[in-house]
T-cell receptor, first 112, second 113 residues
């Protein structure tokens, strides 16, 4: 049973465009939702995270939108750059253990 | 400030052999978690160590075991290797009071032939 479903599997965007990656979860106990960025040959790096008490969080060009009633959250990358080309993972975890359950990842390619 | 380090970078083993992977946490962190990342998949949690004890474990067989040392570094041991154990093994560290903020190392690429 996949507890965090991520889409799309791959995404191609032109430089300057908006990249949008969506995730849906099933476990209502989840209360921490991080996004990770992974470059080839590297480990995932924490990009931005949100808790369910807010509907949106913005850090620079990266924004998380959160819809608690729909159990969905998404990552928006504004003004996408070729350097943003990487694999992005959404994750969800719950208090106490905070062991993240990861989505399957989205491979983002930003064309110059 | 050194981040999470792992060794070795790559490793090739034969089916049935045993392997040990090593991890040094980020400075100031006392908790280490291990993950297995198969090609094209997200990381899957193996187990977490704090105060030299296994605190939590994911859905992995007993062939996977670990250890944490007094300096917070950690080892992951896998016995009786199977072809399906081929993956990127990631170590992540955190502080116990902020375990939700996990910092990952670059991983060890294990290939079982």
């Amino acid at each position: 049973q996949q507890q965090v479903k991520q889409s799309p599997q791959s995404l191609i965007v032109q430089k300057g465009g908006i990249s949008i990656i969506n995730c849906a979860y099933e476990n209502t106990a989840f209360d921490y939702f991080p996004w990770y960025q992974q470059f080839p040959g590297k480990g995932p790096a924490l990009l931005i995270a949100i808790r369910p008490d807010v509907s949106e969080k913005k850090e620079g060009r990266f924004t998380i939108s959160f819809n608690k009633s729909a159990k969905q959250f998404s990552l928006h990358i504004m003004d996408s750059q070729p350097g943003d080309s990487a694999t992005y993972f959404c994750a969800a975890s719950s208090g106490g253990s905070y062991i993240p359950t990861f989505g399957r990842g989205t491979s983002l390619i930003v064309h110059p | 400030d050194a981040g999470v380090t792992q060794s070795p970078t790559h490793l090739i083993k034969t089916r049935g052999q045993q392997v040990t992977l090593r991890c040094s946490p980020k400075s100031g962190h006392d908790t280490v978690s291990w993950y297995q990342q198969a090609l094209g998949q997200g990381p899957q949690f193996i187990f977490q160590y704090y105060e030299e004890e296994e605190r939590q474990r994911g859905n992995f067989p007993d062939r996977f075991s670990g250890h944490q040392f007094p300096n917070y570094s950690s080892e992951l041991n896998v016995n009786a290797l199977l072809l399906g154990d081929s993956a990127l093994y990631l170590c992540a560290s955190s502080s116990f009071d902020r375990t939700y903020e996990q910092y990952f190392g670059p991983g060890t690429r294990l290939t079982v032939t």
